[in-house]
Protein backbone atom coordinates (compact mmCIF):
# COMPACT_ATOMS: atom_id res chain seq x y z
CA UNK A 1 0.00 0.00 0.00
CA UNK A 2 1.12 3.42 -0.84
CA UNK A 3 0.66 5.96 1.76
CA UNK A 4 0.76 9.79 0.90
CA UNK A 5 3.45 12.12 2.78
CA UNK A 6 2.43 13.50 5.88
CA UNK A 7 2.73 15.53 8.92
CA UNK A 8 2.01 15.03 12.43
CA UNK A 9 2.96 17.14 15.10
CA UNK A 10 2.37 15.49 18.82
CA UNK A 11 3.38 16.74 22.27
CA UNK A 12 5.10 14.19 24.56
CA UNK A 13 3.54 15.87 27.74
CA UNK A 14 5.30 17.30 30.53
CA UNK A 15 5.74 14.40 32.65
CA UNK A 16 8.21 11.75 31.32
CA UNK A 17 6.32 8.50 30.00
CA UNK A 18 2.96 9.23 32.30
CA UNK A 19 1.89 12.26 30.44
CA UNK A 20 2.42 10.42 27.06
CA UNK A 21 -1.56 10.09 25.22
CA UNK A 22 -1.83 6.66 23.59
CA UNK A 23 -2.17 8.25 19.98
CA UNK A 24 0.58 10.45 20.49
CA UNK A 25 2.79 7.27 21.12
CA UNK A 26 0.91 5.73 18.04
CA UNK A 27 1.86 8.38 15.74
CA UNK A 28 5.55 8.09 16.39
CA UNK A 29 5.43 4.53 16.39
CA UNK A 30 3.99 4.49 12.49
CA UNK A 31 5.94 7.36 11.16
CA UNK A 32 8.78 6.52 8.74
CA UNK A 33 10.28 9.85 10.25
CA UNK A 34 10.35 11.03 13.69
CA UNK A 35 12.45 14.47 14.90
CA UNK A 36 12.57 14.85 18.29
CA UNK A 37 13.05 17.78 20.75
CA UNK A 38 13.34 16.37 24.20
CA UNK A 39 13.30 18.04 27.34
CA UNK A 40 16.28 16.56 29.07
CA UNK A 41 17.92 13.21 28.70
CA UNK A 42 15.73 10.76 30.70
CA UNK A 43 12.67 11.73 28.49
CA UNK A 44 14.75 11.09 25.13
CA UNK A 45 16.12 7.78 26.80
CA UNK A 46 12.34 7.12 27.81
CA UNK A 47 10.85 8.06 23.59
CA UNK A 48 13.54 6.29 22.20
CA UNK A 49 12.80 2.76 23.68
CA UNK A 50 10.28 3.12 21.22
CA UNK A 51 11.82 4.91 18.47
CA UNK A 52 15.82 4.61 18.82
CA UNK A 53 16.25 6.38 15.14
CA UNK A 54 14.46 9.27 16.26
CA UNK A 55 15.91 12.15 14.72
CA UNK A 56 17.24 15.04 17.81
CA UNK A 57 16.34 18.21 16.90
CA UNK A 58 18.54 19.62 20.20
CA UNK A 59 21.62 20.08 17.84
CA UNK A 60 20.10 22.78 16.00
CA UNK A 61 20.61 25.23 19.08
CA UNK A 62 23.71 26.87 19.38
CA UNK A 63 24.68 29.41 22.33
CA UNK A 64 24.91 32.59 20.34
CA UNK A 65 22.50 31.51 17.57
CA UNK A 66 19.00 33.43 17.80
CA UNK A 67 16.34 31.17 18.73
CA UNK A 68 14.52 32.37 15.65
CA UNK A 69 17.04 30.74 13.37
CA UNK A 70 17.01 27.82 15.48
CA UNK A 71 13.44 26.97 14.90
CA UNK A 72 13.13 27.97 11.42
CA UNK A 73 15.99 25.26 11.01
CA UNK A 74 13.76 22.70 12.68
CA UNK A 75 11.09 24.15 10.47
CA UNK A 76 13.39 23.22 7.46
CA UNK A 77 14.51 19.71 8.66
CA UNK A 78 11.25 18.53 9.41
CA UNK A 79 9.65 19.96 5.89
CA UNK A 80 12.58 18.14 4.25
CA UNK A 81 11.33 14.85 5.24
CA UNK A 82 8.16 15.71 3.43
CA UNK A 83 9.37 16.31 0.56
CA UNK A 84 11.00 13.24 0.51
CA UNK A 85 7.72 11.66 0.43
CA UNK A 86 8.24 10.67 3.70
CA UNK A 87 5.49 10.61 6.81
CA UNK A 88 6.80 12.62 9.38
CA UNK A 89 5.84 13.40 13.15
CA UNK A 90 7.42 16.17 14.96
CA UNK A 91 7.26 15.49 18.78
CA UNK A 92 8.36 18.09 21.23
CA UNK A 93 7.97 18.40 25.13
CA UNK A 94 4.26 19.51 26.51
CA UNK A 95 1.91 20.84 24.40
CA UNK A 96 2.54 21.03 20.65
CA UNK A 97 0.47 24.20 20.25
CA UNK A 98 1.25 26.16 23.47
CA UNK A 99 4.62 28.21 23.40
CA UNK A 100 5.86 26.41 20.64
CA UNK A 101 6.59 28.50 17.33
CA UNK A 102 8.22 25.77 15.58
CA UNK A 103 5.59 23.35 15.39
CA UNK A 104 2.48 25.76 14.32
CA UNK A 105 4.94 26.92 11.72
CA UNK A 106 5.57 23.58 10.53
CA UNK A 107 1.69 23.13 9.89
CA UNK A 108 1.60 26.06 8.10
CA UNK A 109 4.17 25.17 5.82
CA UNK A 110 3.12 22.22 5.39
CA UNK A 111 -0.74 22.39 4.17
CA UNK A 112 0.34 25.64 2.05
CA UNK A 113 2.74 23.15 0.17
CA UNK A 114 0.32 20.90 -0.01
CA UNK A 115 1.06 17.58 2.73
CA UNK A 116 -1.46 16.50 4.90
CA UNK A 117 -0.93 18.33 8.78
CA UNK A 118 -2.35 17.65 11.91
CA UNK A 119 -1.56 18.78 15.58
CA UNK A 120 -2.45 16.19 18.43
CA UNK A 121 -2.90 17.88 21.83
CA UNK A 122 -1.15 16.97 25.20
CA UNK A 123 -0.73 18.12 28.19
CA UNK A 124 1.10 21.26 28.79
CA UNK A 125 2.50 23.03 32.00
CA UNK A 126 -0.98 24.63 32.51
CA UNK A 127 -2.55 21.36 32.86
CA UNK A 128 -0.22 20.60 35.60
CA UNK A 129 -0.66 23.95 37.35
CA UNK A 130 -4.38 24.08 37.40
CA UNK A 131 -3.89 20.36 39.01
CA UNK A 132 -0.87 21.23 41.50
CA UNK A 133 -1.90 25.14 42.53
CA UNK A 134 -5.93 23.57 43.06
CA UNK A 135 -6.92 26.59 41.08
CA UNK A 136 -9.85 26.55 38.26
CA UNK A 137 -9.05 29.07 35.73
CA UNK A 138 -12.87 29.41 35.22
CA UNK A 139 -13.79 30.63 38.46
CA UNK A 140 -12.83 34.30 38.35
CA UNK A 141 -11.54 34.07 34.33
CA UNK A 142 -7.31 34.23 33.78
CA UNK A 143 -5.27 35.82 31.56
CA UNK A 144 -1.94 34.11 30.42
CA UNK A 145 0.97 35.52 28.40
CA UNK A 146 4.87 35.21 27.70
CA UNK A 147 6.73 36.74 30.32
CA UNK A 148 8.38 38.88 28.00
CA UNK A 149 5.55 40.34 25.80
CA UNK A 150 4.22 41.46 29.09
CA UNK A 151 6.34 43.56 29.98
CA UNK A 152 7.47 44.87 27.08
CA UNK A 153 4.17 45.25 24.82
CA UNK A 154 2.94 47.15 28.17
CA UNK A 155 0.20 44.75 28.94
CA UNK A 156 -1.91 45.70 31.68
CA UNK A 157 -2.67 43.17 34.93
CA UNK A 158 -6.34 42.77 35.34
CA UNK A 159 -6.15 41.92 39.07
CA UNK A 160 -9.73 40.47 39.50
CA UNK A 161 -8.62 37.80 37.36
CA UNK A 162 -5.79 34.98 37.30
CA UNK A 163 -2.77 36.10 35.42
CA UNK A 164 -0.48 33.06 34.14
CA UNK A 165 3.06 34.80 32.75
CA UNK A 166 5.48 32.27 31.02
CA UNK A 167 8.85 31.98 31.34
CA UNK A 168 9.68 33.82 33.15
CA UNK A 169 13.71 33.23 34.23
CA UNK A 170 13.93 33.98 30.77
CA UNK A 171 12.45 37.67 30.44
CA UNK A 172 13.98 39.71 27.11
CA UNK A 173 16.11 36.38 26.01
CA UNK A 174 16.52 35.97 22.23
CA UNK A 175 18.99 33.37 22.43
CA UNK A 176 18.72 29.81 24.37
CA UNK A 177 18.71 30.95 27.63
CA UNK A 178 21.67 30.13 29.74
CA UNK A 179 20.92 31.54 33.16
CA UNK A 180 18.35 33.97 34.58
CA UNK A 181 17.52 37.22 33.85
CA UNK A 182 17.67 38.99 37.28
CA UNK A 183 17.11 42.41 36.01
CA UNK A 184 14.21 40.57 34.00
CA UNK A 185 12.71 39.67 37.26
CA UNK A 186 13.38 42.81 39.23
CA UNK A 187 11.27 44.66 36.08
CA UNK A 188 8.43 42.13 36.29
CA UNK A 189 8.34 42.60 40.23
CA UNK A 190 8.04 46.01 39.80
CA UNK A 191 5.40 46.32 37.34
CA UNK A 192 3.55 43.81 39.29
CA UNK A 193 3.12 46.51 42.18
CA UNK A 194 1.64 48.74 39.97
CA UNK A 195 -1.49 46.42 39.88
CA UNK A 196 -1.25 44.55 43.36
CA UNK A 197 -0.92 45.46 46.82
CA UNK A 198 2.96 44.68 48.20
CA UNK A 199 1.33 42.04 50.19
CA UNK A 200 -0.38 39.93 47.62
CA UNK A 201 0.86 36.70 47.11
CA UNK A 202 2.82 35.38 43.95
CA UNK A 203 3.27 31.49 43.09
CA UNK A 204 6.30 30.78 40.95
CA UNK A 205 5.69 27.03 39.58
CA UNK A 206 7.43 24.55 37.77
CA UNK A 207 5.94 21.23 37.21
CA UNK A 208 7.50 18.21 37.81
CA UNK A 209 9.17 16.00 35.32
CA UNK A 210 9.26 12.94 36.80
CA UNK A 211 6.60 10.68 38.83
CA UNK A 212 9.27 10.29 41.59
CA UNK A 213 9.54 14.51 41.89
CA UNK A 214 7.56 17.37 43.80
CA UNK A 215 6.57 20.36 41.59
CA UNK A 216 8.30 23.53 42.24
CA UNK A 217 5.79 25.88 44.39
CA UNK A 218 7.35 28.91 45.71
CA UNK A 219 5.08 31.42 47.08
CA UNK A 220 6.44 34.50 47.85
CA UNK A 221 5.81 38.44 47.56
CA UNK A 222 6.09 40.50 44.23
CA UNK A 223 9.19 42.31 45.23
CA UNK A 224 10.64 38.84 46.25
CA UNK A 225 11.12 38.30 42.95
CA UNK A 226 14.33 39.81 42.05
CA UNK A 227 16.36 37.77 44.57
CA UNK A 228 14.18 34.08 44.30
CA UNK A 229 15.72 31.47 42.98
CA UNK A 230 13.42 30.76 40.23
CA UNK A 231 13.63 27.67 38.26
CA UNK A 232 15.45 29.03 34.41
CA UNK A 233 11.53 28.61 32.33
CA UNK A 234 9.14 28.65 35.48
CA UNK A 235 5.88 30.05 35.31
CA UNK A 236 4.16 32.84 37.46
CA UNK A 237 0.46 32.36 38.80
CA UNK A 238 -1.21 35.22 40.43
CA UNK A 239 -3.98 34.88 41.81
CA UNK A 240 -6.68 37.32 42.04
CA UNK A 241 -6.50 40.39 43.91
CA UNK A 242 -10.23 41.99 43.72
CA UNK A 243 -13.81 40.72 43.01
CA UNK A 244 -15.05 41.84 39.86
CA UNK A 245 -18.55 43.84 40.78
CA UNK A 246 -21.27 42.57 38.33
CA UNK A 247 -23.27 45.09 36.09
CA UNK A 248 -26.51 45.37 36.69
CA UNK A 249 -28.25 46.33 33.54
CA UNK A 250 -26.30 43.55 32.09
CA UNK A 251 -27.28 41.06 34.68
CA UNK A 252 -31.42 42.69 33.51
CA UNK A 253 -30.88 42.23 29.81
CA UNK A 254 -29.24 37.96 31.30
CA UNK A 255 -32.95 37.69 33.10
CA UNK A 256 -31.09 37.35 36.09
CA UNK A 257 -32.34 40.23 38.08
CA UNK A 258 -35.77 41.96 37.90
CA UNK A 259 -35.74 45.40 36.32
CA UNK A 260 -36.17 48.02 38.45
CA UNK A 261 -40.36 49.09 38.62
Not at 13 to 23: F, H
Request: glycine share 8%; charged share 20%.
Amino acid sequence: MVTRPALTVVGTGIRCGTDLAPNVRAAMIEADDVFLLSSDPISECVLRGFRPDAQGLAELYAEDKPRRDTYAAMVERVLDGLRAGRRVCFAIPGHPGVFAQPTHEAVRRARAEGYSAVMLPALSAADHLYADLGVDPGEHGSVTFDATDFLVQGRTADPTAALILWQIGAIGEIRKPRAVNRPGLALLGEVLLDAYPATHEIVVYEAAPFAFCEPVIMRMRPDALASADVPLLSTLYVAPAAVAPPLPERLRKLGLISAPA
